[in-house]
């Protein structure tokens, strides 16, 4: 009933930009907090950046400064910025969002995770 669609990954070389994307659509009343997480093989999914529905952002440490999140409520769209990349910002990164849907129930629901690859 929920998806959300990711896209705006690659590849891309130390210091550079990349700009990535999340969708959702479905039969949405509201979506709460939404945020991005990264995971990497053998590490555990962490939490990268998130925003909540007024606006309110929090960032993992390794990566203040370099990214921003952002959103637009009226299209369910989340955005991450991410600036200066290094070769340790390598991982799969996924959108998560907790939503409310026509059927009164909350749920998290994820992003099917885009590829991001920093080259030194």
């Known amino acids: 009933q929920v998806q959300l669609v990711e896209s705006g990954g690659g590849l891309v070389q130390a210091g550079g930009s990349l700009r990535l994307s999340c969708a959702a659509s479905g039969s949405i009343l509201s979506i709460n907090t939404m945020a991005w997480y990264r995971q990497v093989p053998g590490m555990q999914r962490e939490l990268v950046a998130g925003i909540t529905s007024g606006g309110g952002t929090n960032y993992a440490d390794s990566v203040k400064g370099r990214f921003t999140i952002s959103r637009d409520n009226a299209k369910n769209t989340v955005w991450l910025q991410m600036s200066s990349l290094k070769p340790e910002d390598t991982a799969v990164y996924y959108c998560?969002?907790?939503?409310?849907?026509?059927?009164?129930?909350?749920?998290?629901?994820w992003g099917q995770g885009t590829q991001v690859t920093v080259s030194s």
């Open positions: 998560n969002a907790f939503i409310w849907t026509s059927n009164l129930r909350a749920n998290a629901y």
